[in-house]
């Protein structure tokens, strides 16, 4: 598949993969030192003594490292990957240093604007996997997407 | 008021505030040539043809600020901001060059935990805010939180 994608490309059911990143504890560590610099995020002796027990990464890396495997990724929307919304954004398991993620995102529902001819809304839930296949992180945007024009 | 704050002393109705930070065009871009390279939030030239019309912080750009603020803010919860996860995450608004950023917290709910007798789980509605006192984000994380010792 080769996008962009019209909303009226966009069925629900339809699916889309992204690459590939791996997360090493250099990368963990420097992310939480610029946004989230709590010690399970920072330093690996220091998290032993936390609610993790070890150094994981800050779910907002994980979330970072997701958005720029979607903006690289096989679903490109058109007009972008634009979002005005997040729902049910959850985190079952932490990532580990050496963690290598992927995303496999799936059309949920579509509708066009009520306000707008040229946007159509797009709800799309994104999984992001580790290299086991187990979920870490789950969400469901709310896309805005341009309509064909006619 | 100084943390950190038990589970039992996150009472729905507080508040909490942060500290604040101005988002420039080199950060935004910065950000965004790292996890969200979209000419809406890179180029001030290509931004022009897009749905935002000018150059954007990505939304996540907006988040990970506020996970630093709230970090170093007023709300710390004891065992440190751990959120199982997020609902009701939205963009009111685009945040643009120059804009300063701050965050007002209030606990919404809090119930302890079925499975666990050490922790608890509160709901806080975390909105960040522009210098005019405008919602640029706003969401409601589930935190996991430590019970007081007995």
Chains 1, 2 share one sequence.
Do not use: C
Request: proline share 7%; no cysteine.
């Amino acid at each position: 598949m080769a996008g962009p994608f019209y909303f009226e490309d966009l069925s629900p059911g339809l699916t889309f993969k992204t690459g590939s990143r791996t997360l090493d504890a250099q990368a963990i560590k420097q992310f939480a030192r610029d946004y989230d610099p709590q010690p399970f995020h920072t330093d690996e002796v220091a998290a032993k003594d936390t609610f993790f027990g070890e150094l994981v990464a800050s779910g907002w890396h994980t979330m970072a490292v997701t958005m720029r495997l979607l903006v690289d990724g096989e679903f490109k929307p058109a007009g972008g990957v634009i979002g005005g919304g997040v729902d049910e954004f959850r985190w079952p398991i932490p990532v580990r240093p050496g963690d290598t993620l992927s995303a496999v995102s799936e059309v949920v529902e579509s509708r066009p604007s009520k306000s707008r001819t040229d946007i159509g809304l797009v709800r799309v839930r994104h999984n992001t996997l580790n290299q086991r296949g187990e979920t870490v992180q789950t969400f469901i945007a709310n896309h805005v997407v341009q309509r064909r024009p006619k």
